[in-house]
């Protein structure tokens, strides 16, 4: 019998969930079908999947899609990396299909939540778990009062959107560096705050901040399998420098397990700490989402993604993932590196 899996539009990491899933269906013999679609052409990830297919632009005609393919391929989980928010309130209107559908939560309250890095901060503090102290920020005036109010004591401060994705937005505040230090290194990502502050001055309007103290680290992003709350499987990667530390235990590893839970994540997701400087692991924030890193987990002989698609399936208990991954864990050190595909531009696999 063949088992049908459609990974909808995700982020930066279709393409390892794919080989993830390929390679674990190949391992065990299972007569796995990948379908996958992308509203664009993105065909190195597209290419991957069994069968391809492209999504409407229009999210008027999303859910009509959704069905339609579903019934035509018997398609019996989907996954979403996009829109989670849209897929988690039609979950009611997917769902009598016959399709599982995977979308982080099983709340939309949930998701908001997590998007919502200080209302998230906030929520930990309430039941007791270790977070970054977070201070939202709405004006220019605001931050500047902060800053001269010290908050945090003498820790160094940073900021970040409370809306943020991929690291963008992270500014640390540090007196010693050169005015230019924001141009001339900006990946470092320092700068005085006088010269923050005079450009978030200059703007229209701006995107909510979180004010923090800035934490030593080192920094700690936790992959996970979890159901409805349940953590079945994780590893954590412990980033120092160029380098990531593929772990399985620890107080960040409890930690990242400790939040999912208490968010009630839902399929392949993320957490990330960071260490204070006493040592004490503290959260920055969920995603509920594969992070774009959860290709590298597979160096630990536990393939996450993998294992989401077999549970998914029906092809083996919850026992056995927690099992599997407590058998399967080897520490391991890798280093990501940016890489190159061929693209072809003809996608030979796209169904309609
Ligand atoms: N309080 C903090 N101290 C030190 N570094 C931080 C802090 N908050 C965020 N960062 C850095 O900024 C990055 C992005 O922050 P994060 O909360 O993960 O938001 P996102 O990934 O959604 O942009 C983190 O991976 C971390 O390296
Ligand atoms: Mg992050």
């Given at each position: 019998?063949?088992?049908?899996?459609?990974?909808?539009?995700?982020?930066?990491?279709?393409?390892?969930?794919?080989?993830?899933?390929?390679?674990?269906?190949?391992?065990?013999?299972?007569?796995?079908?990948?379908?996958?679609?992308?509203?664009?052409?993105?065909?190195?990830?597209?290419?991957?999947?069994?069968?391809?297919?492209?999504?409407?632009?229009?999210?008027?005609?999303?859910?009509?899609?959704?069905?339609?393919?579903?019934?035509?391929?018997?398609?019996?989980?989907?996954?979403?990396?996009?829109?989670?928010?849209?897929?988690?309130?039609?979950?009611?209107?997917?769902?009598?299909?016959?399709?599982?559908?995977?979308?982080?939560?099983?709340?939309?309250?949930?998701?908001?939540?997590?998007?919502?890095?200080?209302?998230?901060?906030?929520?930990?503090?309430?039941?007791?778990?270790?977070?970054?102290?977070?201070?939202?920020?709405?004006?220019?005036?605001?931050?500047?009062?902060?800053?001269?109010?010290?908050?945090?004591?003498?820790?160094?401060?940073?900021?970040?959107?409370?809306?943020?994705?991929?690291?963008?937005?992270?500014?640390?505040?540090?007196?010693?560096?050169?005015?230019?230090?924001?141009?001339?290194?900006?990946?470092?990502?320092?700068?005085?705050?006088?010269?923050?502050?005079?450009?978030?001055?200059?703007?229209?309007?701006?995107?909510?901040?979180?004010?923090?103290?800035?934490l030593p680290g080192p920094e700690y992003s936790?992959?996970?399998?979890?159901?409805?709350?349940?953590?079945?499987?994780?590893?954590?990667r412990r980033k120092e420098?160029?380098?990531q530390?593929?772990?399985?235990?620890?107080?960040a590893?409890?930690?990242?397990?400790?939040?999912?839970?208490?968010?009630?994540?839902?399929?392949?997701?993320?957490?990330q700490t960071r260490n204070?400087?006493?040592?004490?692991p503290?959260?920055l924030?969920?995603?509920?989402?594969?992070?774009?890193?959860?290709?590298?987990?597979?160096?630990?002989?536990?393939?996450?993604?993998?294992?989401?698609?077999?549970?998914?399936?029906?092809?083996?208990?919850?026992?056995?993932?927690?099992?599997?991954?407590?058998?399967?864990?080897?520490?391991?050190?890798?280093?990501?590196?940016?890489?190159?595909?061929?693209?072809?531009?003809?996608?030979?696999?796209?169904?309609?």
């Amino acid at each position: 019998m063949s088992h049908k899996i459609w990974l909808m539009e995700g982020l930066s990491s279709q393409r390892d969930i794919i080989n993830g899933i390929t390679s674990t269906a190949k391992k065990h013999n299972y007569n796995v079908s990948i379908y996958a679609s992308h509203r664009q052409s993105r065909n190195e990830i597209l290419s991957l999947a069994d069968h391809a297919l492209i999504e409407p632009n229009d999210i008027n005609q999303r859910l009509e899609f959704i069905l339609s393919t579903v019934k035509k391929y018997a398609i019996q989980a989907i996954h979403t990396g996009r829109h989670a928010h849209w897929f988690e309130a039609h979950r009611a209107a997917i769902e009598p299909s016959g399709a599982h559908l995977t979308t982080g939560a099983r709340d939309v309250a949930m998701l908001d939540l997590a998007d919502d890095k200080v209302a998230f901060a906030h929520h930990m503090k309430s039941l007791n778990l270790p977070v970054v102290p977070s201070l939202r920020v709405d004006s220019p005036v605001q931050l500047r009062e902060l800053i001269a109010r010290k908050p945090f004591g003498d820790l160094p401060l940073c900021v970040k959107p409370v809306t943020g994705i991929y690291g963008m937005g992270f500014w640390q505040f540090d007196e010693s560096v050169s005015p230019m230090a924001a141009f001339t290194h900006p990946d470092a990502r320092r700068v005085k705050a006088e010269y923050y502050l005079q450009a978030l001055e200059a703007v229209d309007s701006m995107e909510p901040l979180v004010l923090m103290p800035y934490l030593p680290g080192p920094e700690y992003s936790v992959d996970m399998l979890a159901e409805n709350g349940k953590v079945l499987a994780a590893v954590a990667r412990r980033k120092e420098g160029a380098l990531q530390y593929l772990e399985n235990s620890g107080e960040a590893f409890e930690l990242a397990q400790a939040c999912a839970a208490a968010m009630g994540a839902d399929g392949l997701i993320n957490v990330q700490t960071r260490n204070d400087a006493s040592g004490k692991p503290l959260l920055l924030e969920i995603n509920m989402r594969p992070s774009g890193g959860i290709g590298y987990t597979r160096f630990s002989g536990v393939n996450l993604p993998g294992l989401f698609a077999l549970r998914q399936l029906g092809l083996i208990s919850q026992q056995q993932v927690l099992d599997d991954a407590r058998r399967d864990f080897t520490p391991a050190t890798v280093r990501a590196l940016s890489d190159v595909v061929a693209y072809n531009p003809v996608l030979s696999n796209q169904v309609q």
